[in-house]
C-alpha cells in the first residue's frame, strides 16, 4: 500500500494505523529511508498505541531502546551502525526479534538478516514535508 502524508503528524498517525492493525505474537517492522526522511515520526505514532506514554526518541548511540508500557514489549532499533551479523548477535537481535514488537530504523544494514516475517515501510521524501510511504507486509 501507498501512502502521502504532508507533514509529521500525518506521517505519525500512518505509524499509529500500523500499530492498530498488528496480528498477535511477534511482529519486525522495517524501516527504509535517508535521514531525515520520518522514521522516527512514524515510531512515535506506531509507539503511541503500543506503549502509551513512552518517550520516543531514536536509540542512535544505544542501538535498542525498550518501550515496555503496554501488553507487549515494543523494541525500537536503530540499525545504522551494524556492520555485521556478529553485531547483531552482541546486542541479542535474535531474541528480541522472537519476544516482542521491534521496529527498526536503517534496515538497509542487516539485508539478508532481516527476519522473514518482516513488515517493511519505506518512507521517501517529496517535498520540505511531503511524504511517499510504502507499506508491504513481506509474509503475505
Not at 14 to 40: I, N, R
Not at 51 to 74: A, F, L, M, Q
Amino acid at each position: 500500500m501507498e501512502y502521502i502524508t504532508n507533514d509529521v503528524l500525518q506521517t505519525e498517525k500512518l505509524g499509529t494505523e500500523l500499530a492498530q492493525s498488528l496480528p498477535g505474537g511477534p511482529v519486525f517492522v522495517a524501516l527504509y529511508g535517508d535521514l531525515g526522511a520520518g522514521k522516527t515520526a512514524f515510531v512515535r505514532g506506531f509507539t503511541s498505541v503500543l506503549s502509551p506514554g513512552s518517550r520516543v526518541k531514536s536509540p542512535t548511540y544505544t542501538i535498542v531502546n525498550e518501550y515496555r508500557k503496554g501488553k507487549r514489549p515494543v523494541y525500537h532499533f536503530d540499525l545504522y551502525r551494524i556492520e555485521s551479523e556478529d553485531d547483531l548477535d552482541a546486542i541479542g537481535f535474535d531474541e528480541y526479534v522472537q519476544n516482542g514488537i521491534c521496529i527498526a530504523e536503517w534496515c538497509e544494514h542487516i539485508g539478508t538478516l532481516l527476519p522473514d516475517h518482516a513488515i517493511t515501510v519505506k518512507i521517501e521524501k517529496t517535498g520540505e514535508n511531503g511524504r511517499k510511504i510504502t507499506i508491504c507486509n513481506e509474509g503475505e
